[in-house]
């Protein structure tokens, strides 16, 4: 059956009906150390970009082919167009 999400471009992984893409993407996420994650404020910021960004197609970023939840939760971690982005 189909929920109307699977083309939504302008969505998250947790918004679209790939459930065990999101799953694993969460598990990921969870067993990272806090000192390997971004506090949550910064990281909704930079979903929010990658969001409204022209290389952004349905969770993914074209730019660098990850998935822009995973790409943007590392502190360490930045946008592949440059720092000044986010
Ligand atoms: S990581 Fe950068 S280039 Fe990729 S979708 Fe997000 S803002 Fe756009």
Known sequence: MS?????CKRCMLY????K????SVKNYIDALAPEQRIAD???HRRLEICRGCD???AAMCRKCGCYV?????????HCPKGQ???
Do not use: H, K
């Open 69 to 77: 939840e995973v790409r943007a939760i590392r502190p360490d971690s």
């Open 20 to 23: 065990a893409a999101y799953q």
């Open 84 to 86: 000044d982005c986010w």
């Open 3 to 7: 929920t109307g999400l699977e083309n």
């Open 41 to 43: 404020e910064e990281y």
């Open 15 to 18: 918004e679209l009906a790939d």
């Open 55 to 57: 290389m952004f197609l």
